[in-house]
């Protein structure tokens, strides 16, 4: 359906240029091109399922960013399309370079969107912890996979070290390819996951299971050092904080994993989808979630949000704190419009 929703718009684009007068052969070049990379998202599809591997990855990625820009061609010349009126002789050559040029803005931005990954800032005040600050860092939707490079974690790590986190945490959806070729990668999270003062945690998200490649997820993510919580709770006693680690592919329920005189500790339930569990109610105090990108592209994150029964940040929800993430990475293509990828800093600080 989506493939086909892509070469519509391929061809609304088609017909525009040929009531541009544009010479024949180009259009048809134009459509031709699209058909082929229609055809290879399928193959991709289709083969990922059983020849995964670095090449299926790359080809299917590379084809999506396309479609991503060929859909964003079709507004650009919608819009020009809409300002001019429909008639087809007030359609020239100089509108189809402005539709051009406005697709290639939005093509750069989107991309360069997707890579300018920031911190962003959470102050949540606390009376259960010991000391007077500390501080959580978290990547959500890395997406290990397709073309994603090591130059771009080899910058968002070391932005995440400047932050000095005192526990480091993944929020699912760290794996989404072959691991064969990310071990420079691995080992700046395992550099991170040394440095972090109470540790570092794991957890699994809906990619995990999607696209493991017959890989151990869980025990290359134990390999850097992480405690990889599914449906587990660990203690960090020295800060009187409970950490919840829950499956990815349950509901969940939070009470087979508490205990007497948790009303004292401070509960942190590390979640991929923001969803909470059936039995939440007033019985933590911060869940940690990420899986929507913020929709990735605007509007989709309005659809997300509905979906995922979330909003984007920090938001009150059952007596608790939920932060859904916008996620560090992106899945498919590598763009995103107006929902900024990012690394979640939360600050617990004593009240």
Same mark, same amino acid.
């Given at each position: 359906? #989506?493939?086909?929703?892509?070469?519509?718009?391929?061809?609304?684009?088609?017909?525009? &240029?040929?009531?541009?007068?544009?010479?024949?052969?180009?259009?048809?070049?134009?459509?031709?091109?699209?058909?082929?990379?229609? &055809?290879?998202?399928?193959?991709?599809?289709?083969?990922?399922?059983?020849?995964?591997?670095?090449?299926?990855?790359?080809?299917?990625?590379?084809? #999506?960013?396309?479609?991503?820009?060929?859909?964003?061609?079709?507004?650009?010349?919608?819009?020009?399309?809409?300002?001019?009126?429909?008639?087809?002789?007030?359609?020239?050559?100089?509108?189809?370079?402005?539709?051009?040029?406005?697709?290639? !803005?939005?093509?750069?931005?989107?991309?360069?969107?997707?890579?300018?990954?920031?911190?962003?800032?959470?102050?949540?005040?606390?009376?259960?912890?010991?000391?007077?600050?500390?501080?959580?860092?978290?990547?959500?939707? /890395?997406?290990?996979?397709?073309?994603?490079?090591?130059?771009?974690?080899?910058?968002?790590?070391?932005?995440?070290?400047?932050?000095?986190?005192?526990?480091?945490?993944?929020?699912?959806?760290?794996?989404?390819?072959?691991?064969?070729?990310?071990?420079?990668?691995?080992?700046?999270?395992?550099?991170?996951?040394?440095?972090?003062?109470?540790?570092?945690?794991?957890?699994?998200?809906?990619?995990?299971?999607?696209?493991?490649?017959?890989?151990?997820?869980?025990?290359? /993510?134990?390999?850097? =050092?992480?405690?990889?919580?599914?449906?587990?709770?660990?203690?960090?006693?020295?800060?009187? !904080?409970?950490?919840?680690?829950?499956?990815?592919?349950?509901?969940?329920?939070? *009470?087979?994993?508490?205990?007497?005189?948790?009303?004292?500790?401070?509960?942190?339930?590390?979640?991929? *989808?923001?969803?909470?569990?059936?039995?939440?109610?007033?019985?933590?105090?911060?869940?940690?979630?990420?899986?929507?990108?913020?929709?990735?592209?605007?509007?989709?994150?309005?659809?997300?949000?509905?979906?995922?029964?979330?909003?984007?940040? &920090?938001?009150?929800?059952? =007596?608790?704190?939920?932060?859904?993430?916008?996620?560090?990475?992106?899945? =498919?293509?590598?763009?995103?419009? #107006?929902?900024?990828?990012?690394?979640?800093?939360?600050?617990?600080?004593?009240?």
């Amino acid at each position: 359906m #989506f493939t086909t929703l892509y070469l519509v718009t391929a061809y609304f684009i088609y017909l525009k &240029l040929r009531e541009a007068n544009i010479n024949p052969k180009y259009s048809k070049i134009f459509m031709s091109i699209n058909i082929f990379i229609a &055809l290879n998202f399928l193959s991709a599809l289709f083969f990922g399922k059983y020849y995964p591997g670095r090449s299926n990855e790359i080809i299917y990625a590379t084809a #999506f960013t396309c479609i991503i820009i060929s859909i964003l061609g079709f507004f650009a010349f919608l819009g020009v399309n809409i300002l001019t009126g429909f008639n087809n002789k007030t359609f020239t050559t100089n509108k189809i370079l402005i539709s051009c040029a406005l697709t290639f !803005i939005a093509s750069v931005y989107c991309m360069a969107e997707a890579y300018f990954v920031t911190p962003k800032f959470t102050e949540i005040k606390t009376n259960k912890i010991n000391s007077q600050k500390i501080r959580l860092v978290c990547m959500s939707d /890395i997406h290990f996979g397709g073309i994603y490079t090591r130059w771009h974690f080899d910058r968002v790590m070391k932005i995440l070290n400047e932050l000095k986190p005192d526990i480091l945490i993944l929020l699912g959806d760290t794996i989404d390819g072959d691991m064969t070729f990310r071990n420079y990668e691995l080992k700046l999270l395992e550099d991170a996951a040394k440095n972090s003062k109470y540790g570092a945690y794991a957890i699994n998200g809906n990619h995990e299971y999607y696209h493991i490649y017959d890989q151990d997820v869980e025990n290359i /993510i134990r390999e850097r =050092g992480f405690k990889y919580l599914i449906d587990e709770r660990d203690e960090i006693k020295t800060e009187n !904080i409970a950490v919840i680690g829950l499956d990815d592919k349950k509901s969940g329920w939070l *009470r087979p994993y508490l205990k007497a005189g948790d009303e004292n500790k401070f509960i942190l339930i590390l979640k991929h *989808r923001p969803g909470l569990t059936h039995d939440a109610n007033n019985n933590f105090d911060l869940q940690l979630s990420g899986h929507t990108h913020a929709g990735q592209f605007w509007p989709l994150r309005y659809l997300k949000n509905l979906e995922d029964h979330s909003a984007q940040g &920090l938001s009150h929800k059952a =007596g608790g704190l939920v932060y859904v993430s916008n996620g560090t990475g992106f899945n =498919g293509p590598a763009m995103r419009l #107006f929902a900024p990828p990012e690394i979640s800093v939360i600050d617990l600080v004593k009240n």
